[in-house]
């Protein structure tokens, strides 16, 4: 039988919805106005007034958030609370330049616990589960979310934090853990671990896994179920919404319901910011309707998305979203961080390279690789192997220092890599994420 | 006092490569005396003693190939046991880094010669003129 961490809101009929949306949205409008300079400018340069909104059907008046306003607007430019009334904050992968800085009061907190609980919930959780986190912790939501959850649904929680594979199984073991959070990627290396210990998944009580921050295929979810032997549910967020939590997969495994009680999804055409009737291909932008200390309106995920109301099997009536199919930006995920290739261009500049180069991304075993080829200048060649392996190794370094993860680099001719008329290929992601 | 020019090609890691730089040199006439390369997983680092060293310079910047020029020292020992030791040993005891060397084929089947890449070519050719080896010149060996 399905069961609803909170089924009079996750069961909520469609009127009831969009009343109880019209509400917090009036409500929302209003205290961004009030307290975010940076939104009420973009409001007034647009000539809407908080009173022109009077329900969800005037959102598409408003005008839009992007990456580019939250990097405009750093630290604290679309912060809506002040900072005591904040306990938390918590902030994008690694990157100088991109990051997010979010901000969090114990309100927000409690309704992202409170998201996670609905997911853990949907996937089977209850009081009497030991809920395994093996999602980073630290400024990345991964961790803190689920972790939030798990302790709101009442599991026994192991805040593991990702990495030391066997350590993790031996806890999985010996804790006798039954549901599994992380990213797809490393469930799929515990998957392979247990083998490689000849352990099988009999050896352990798990019964399903949460995974997240990272594009995964049907594929993948079917290998895992196998390796782990568990049934593998879907969670989407993003730090600027709050984290993981805003959407999550039912029993029926197909799409994730939004927890539209917090945030109003809209289908833009990308190019026209039009808004796109339901089941259009679009970019996914959210609208956070309870959020306090960081409330974006109309934020641009990027993500490329189709929404339904579709009745579902599992009984809720939270509108879903497919898995997304692609971004509408060159952003990547790469080992779950956000990567862009202007910052690997970034550093190729300020390390004396040209900006000519080759991004190449692959997934091996389970695993995101990310090599990256680049022209050097003929002044930068020398006839010592040493010194060409020192300079490849210095710039992983550099780039390493910027994105948080580890690149091969290889150096290149000069002019070898090739040029295009136009929009020049700068990324080959051979990594088949979506179906 | 050796003053040989060595010209170093990068080469990409890629089918045809060195048919390429090959092919080019051919087309100018160059002719090379003394070849070797150096791979890694990644790349390689042709190095070549040639009979017109700006002409086949000036033939592969053109065609856009990463070249550079080192000065090395070129020597010539009799080919019999031991001799390839004895001049790592000057070179030792004068505390100078070997950084790479190769053979190459001679004047003489009674003698054979060495590229020797090292971090101090003055220290090293005074080393070997005491002890004795036989440098050659960019002149020697053009003429092989």
Known sequence: ?????????????????????????????KHVYDNVKYYRDLMDEKGVKPEDIKSTDDLHKLPFLSKADLREAYPYGLLAKPLSECVRIHSTSGTTGKRVVAFYTQHDIDLWDDCCARAITAAGGTKEDVCQIAYGFGLFTGGAGLNGGSHTVGCLTLPMSSGNTERQITFMRDMG?????????????????????????????????????????????????????????????????SGPGVAFECSEQNGMHINEDNFIPEIIDPDTGEVLPEGEVGELVFTSITKEAFPLLRYRTRDLCVLSRKKCSCGRTLIKMAKPMGRSDDMMIIRGVNVFPSQIETVLIAEGYAPNYLIEVDR?????????????????????????????????????TMLGINPKVHLVSPKSIARSEGKAVRVIDKRKLHD | MANVRQISVFVDNKPNQLTGVMKLLKESGINIRALSIADTKDFGILRMIVNDTEKACD???????????????????????????????????????????????GASDRAVSFVIRVDDNENASAALTKGGIIQLTENDISEM
């Open chain 1, 177 to 241: 853990s039954t549901i599994l959070c992380c990213t797809p990627s490393y469930a799929a290396y515990i998957g392979e671990t247990l083998q490689e210990m000849g352990l099988t998944p009999d050896d352990i009580q798990l019964k399903a896994g949460i995974f997240g921050a990272e594009p995964w295929t049907e594929e993948m979810r079917k290998s895992i179920e196998k390796s782990l032997g568990i049934k593998a549910y879907d969670i989407y967020g993003l730090t600027e919404t």
């Open chain 2, 59 to 105: 033939t592969l910047r053109d065609a856009s190939y990463a070249v550079t020029v080192t000065e090395i020292i070129a020597i010539s020992i009799p080919d019999s046991p031991g001799q390839l030791s004895r001049v790592l040993d000057i070179l030792g005891g004068e505390g100078v880094n070997l950084e790479y060397l190769y053979a190459f084929t």
């Open chain 1, 364 to 400: 091996v075993n389970n695993t995101d690789t990310l090599d990256i080829s680049v022209e050097m200048k003929p002044e930068q060649f020398s006839d010592k192997v040493k010194d060409m392996q020192d300079q490849e190794r210095s710039l992983a370094l550099a780039i390493k």
């Open chain 1, 1 to 29: 039988m399905e069961r609803y961490w909170n089924e009079e809101i996750e069961c909520m009929s469609r009127d009831d919805m969009k009343k109880l949306q019209d509400q917090r949205l009036v409500a929302q409008v």
